[in-house]
T-cell receptor, first 114, second 115 residues
Framework: TQLLEQSPQFLSIQEGENLTVYCNSS?????LQWYRQEPGEGPVLLVT?????EVKKLKRLTFQFGDARKDSSLHITAAQPGDTGLYLC??????????????FGQGTILTVHP | DVKVTQSSRYLVKRTGEKVFLECVQD?????MFWYRQDPGLGLRLIYF???????EKGDIPEGYSVSREKKERFSLILESASTNQTSMYLC??????????????FGPGTRLTVT
């Protein structure tokens, strides 16, 4: 079983602060996805990064895929209370037999205090 | 708008009972997945299916079975529920592609408590 190590597990910060969540593996993935989950709901996709070194921005969120496609990071600038939630990274392997399976990290619970 | 629905949001069952969790998707997706979610462990894959009547074990299949008789419906079965199966169960679906990077769409989850 491939492992995706996500850190930190918990983040509690004040509104306006910046933060970074890391997702690391010894395995190479064809793509890396980031999901956000709110209480009582299923995860919802934020972004997919596919190319080594790729950087994608979604408003105040910046996602980066490592050059070797083994790691990824999520950086949030000027966090707001609405960013509160569980953030999950998930790696995908290419190939006909992968059937779209994802390997998930343990998740980061982010709390942004007003 | 993709929709994945799960039959129950909350379920309380007794040890030894047979439990059925139902999942339905309306986007004609080939792939369907069952996960359990526990604090600090992320999502762990129980079973998945890439076509009708086809199923594959995930990382933690012990104590579970699945059924996919129709493309839109994927059922998770706990043959004899045990307390260590108390968890949040999430169903997801996705299109099939060679890149394997298609988004998974999740249902709202079923919180199962086994007493």
């Amino acid at each position: 079983t491939q492992l995706l190590e996500q850190s930190p597990q918990f983040l509690s910060i004040q509104e306006g602060e910046n933060l970074t969540v890391y997702c690391n593996s010894s395995s190479v993935f064809s793509s890396l996805q980031w999901y956000r989950q709110e209480p009582g709901e299923g995860p919802v996709l934020l972004v997919t990064v596919v190319t080594g070194g790729e950087v994608k921005k979604l408003k105040r969120l910046t996602f980066q895929f490592g050059d070797a496609r083994k790691d990824s990071s999520l950086h949030i600038t000027a966090a707001q209370p609405g960013d509160t939630g569980l953030y999950l990274c998930a790696g995908a392997k290419a190939g006909g037999t992968s059937y779209g399976k994802l390997t998930f990290g343990q998740g980061t619970i982010l709390t942004v205090h007003p | 708008d993709v929709k994945v629905t799960q039959s129950s949001r909350y379920l309380v069952k007794r040890t030894g009972e047979k439990v059925f969790l139902e999942c339905v998707q309306d986007m004609d997706h080939e792939n369907m997945f069952w996960y359990r979610q526990d604090p600090g462990l992320g999502l762990r894959l129980i079973y998945f299916s890439y076509d009708v009547k086809m199923k594959e074990k995930g990382d933690i299949p012990e104590g579970y079975s699945v059924s996919r008789e129709k493309k839109e419906r994927f059922s998770l079965i706990l043959e004899s529920a045990s307390t260590n199966q108390t968890s949040m169960y999430l169903c997801a679906s996705s299109l099939w592609s060679l890149a394997g990077s298609d988004e998974q769409y999740f249902g709202p989850g079923t919180r199962l408590t086994v007493t």
